[in-house]
C-alpha cells in the first residue's frame, strides 16, 4: 500500500507487488532499486530482508537464489520499512508457493 498524499489529504493506494524466485546464485533483485526508483530506506530495507533469508534457509548449507522483486504499475518513488517488509511476504509466498490473500471488507 502506497501513500498519496494530496496537499489537504493523504490516503492509502494498494500496490501489487510481485516476486519471482528461481534457483541461482543471484541474491534478491532490488526492480525499484535498478531502475534507480527507491529510496534509501527502502534500499536498506531489501538488504535486511536478504539478510534474514539467509539466516533464515542457508545455515547448513548455501542457499542458491535469484529472486526478483517489484512494485507493479509504479511510476513513482518506492522508500519506507514497510514496503520492504511486504516485499518479504511476497517473496516467502513465492518461495512455499503458497498465495497470499487478503480480504477486504
Not at 548449507?61 to 522508500?79: I, N, R, T, W
Request: hydrophobic content about 40%; glycine content about 10%.
Amino acid at each position: 500500500m502506497g501513500v498519496l498524499d494530496l496537499v489537504d489529504l493523504a490516503f492509502g493506494q494498494p500496490s501489487r507487488i510481485t516476486a519471482s524466485v528461481y534457483a541461482g546464485r543471484t541474491g534478491v533483485i532490488n526492480v525499484e532499486r535498478e531502475a534507480q526508483m527507491s529510496g534509501r530506506s527502502h534500499d536498506k530495507g531489501v538488504l535486511i530482508l536478504t539478510g534474514y533469508l539467509g539466516e533464515r534457509f542457508a545455515q547448513q548449507q548455501p542457499f542458491a537464489l535469484s529472486a526478483s522483486v517489484c512494485f507493479e504499475q509504479s511510476y513513482e518513488g518506492v522508500d519506507g520499512d514497510s514496503a520492504s517488509s511486504t516485499e518479504l511476504y511476497a517473496l516467502l509466498s513465492s518461495l512455499a508457493e503458497l498465495p497470499l490473500t487478503s480480504r477486504w471488507p
